[in-house]
């Protein structure tokens, strides 16, 4: 319950946000279309503004499959409107070069947001298998290791996706699977039994938690995966198959890494892993002896071209990066991510589940 006026201010403030932005596309595509600004413009307005704040409210206190139909709906609401307004932005942008008859710029931006919103829906359907290669010094044999993120088990994906994944992680055959955060999205009420799949795995499973898990209370995600073979790791190392897994969960201090990290007893002399959410800090790691960070987070910015936005914030934003002194070089995987936030779409990146082949 301490979380709850929280919830309601974030509510609130996206809210305010998000009428501003249906004022922008609705006033445009009216404009465009000649249309008339009357009641029932504002009212239409207003609930397509209020959709994903009701329908986030409605899904905490009473999640079923109308809930979870409209929540979808009003998520993917998000996402069209954005397009829209991304089409009417250039739209105004060429009138000032090329003379476009209204009518015909509003069907053809009604047009170009349908088939870009099916087409990102479509998207975000696939779960793309990514395989990299990584040579790590100490490893006494080869390693195969899946890494998932960001998967945000909620109100659009929830117990089928996680079998899903599972079916998919199989038949890799890993001999260690690694989360690296996010694993819930908190847009519903969660239970024990959407995640019993992870059991199905023939791999130990790692876990450290993200922003989502962090905004949901680290006791309910203890009490949901309680009933699952996953090990939380919370700021900790354990050995599994030769090799060191360093878990740090997840903090919004810029210095977290760095002083978790000083307090744990690294052996530099064998190989090493760190499981951290947030795509930062390869330069601590690599003082601190990790060979291999695995992070996510970033999501690629899901949404092109949310992805030159991120990049600002995240300059590891995906894919493999290294950091190399005379005594040690560090990789870090950032993974796009294994599922979405908000906006059941992905236009410039794929879910991924990325299969890393760790190398002697």
């Known amino acids: ?39 029932f413009f504002y009212v239409l307005m207003f609930v397509a503004a209020a959709s994903y704040p009701a329908a986030t409210l409605l899904e905490r206190m009473v999640s079923n499959n109308l809930t979870r139909c409209f929540y979808t709906a009003a998520s993917a609401w998000m996402g069209i409107s954005f397009y829209l307004l991304c089409f009417l932005v250039i739209y105004g942008i060429l009138s000032f070069f090329v003379k476009i008859p209204h009518e015909a710029a509003g069907i053809l931006i009604g047009i170009l947001t349908s088939a870009l919103s099916i087409y990102s829906i479509v998207n975000s359907l696939f779960l793309d298998i990514k395989e990299i290669e990584i040579p790590l010094n100490g490893l006494k044999r080869d390693l195969r290791i899946v890494q ?14 996680m079998e899903r994944i599972v079916a ?50 680290k006791d309910e995600i ?11 790791l919370t700021n900790e190392i354990v050995e599994c198959s030769g090799i060191q ?21 690294i052996n530099k002399k064998k ?14 790691s690599n003082q601190a002896g ?5 992070s996510g987070h970033t999501h690629n910015g899901q949404i092109f071209p949310f992805n030159f936005l991120v990049k600002m914030f995240f300059p590891y934003i995906k894919g493999l990066y290294e950091y190399e002194t005379e005594f040690l ?32």
């Open 1 to 39: 319950m301490k979380r709850f006026p929280q919830f309601i201010t974030f509510v609130s403030m996206f809210f305010m946000g998000f009428l501003a932005l249906n004022y922008c596309v609705f006033s445009g595509m009216v404009f465009l279309l000649g249309l008339p600004q009357n009641r």
């Open 222 to 232: 203890f009490r949901v995966l309680s009933d699952t073979d996953l090990k939380v």
């Open 168 to 217: 998919e992680v199989k038949n890799l055959k890993p001999d260690l699977v690694v989360i690296t955060g996010d694993l819930v999205d908190g847009s519903a009420k969660l239970h024990r039994h959407t995640f019993k799949a992870i059991n199905d795995l023939d791999a130990p499973v790692f876990f450290v938690t993200g922003n989502h898990d962090f905004y949901e209370g």
């Open 148 to 161: 998932l993120s960001d998967i945000h088990i909620g109100s659009i994906r929830n117990s089928g996706y």
């Open 290 to 294: 990790i060979n291999l960070q695995l």
């Open 329 to 360: 070089k560090t990789y870090m995987y950032v993974s796009p991510g294994t599922g979405t936030w908000g906006p059941p779409m992905r236009l410039g990146s794929r879910c991924e589940i990325t299969l890393i082949n760790l190398k002697s």
């Open 271 to 284: 190989p090493s892993i760190l499981l951290y959410h947030i795509p930062r800090g390869l330069k601590v």
């Open 245 to 265: 897994i360093i878990g740090v969960d997840y903090s919004f201090r810029a210095d977290h890494l760095e002083k978790i990290l000083k307090k744990l007893n």
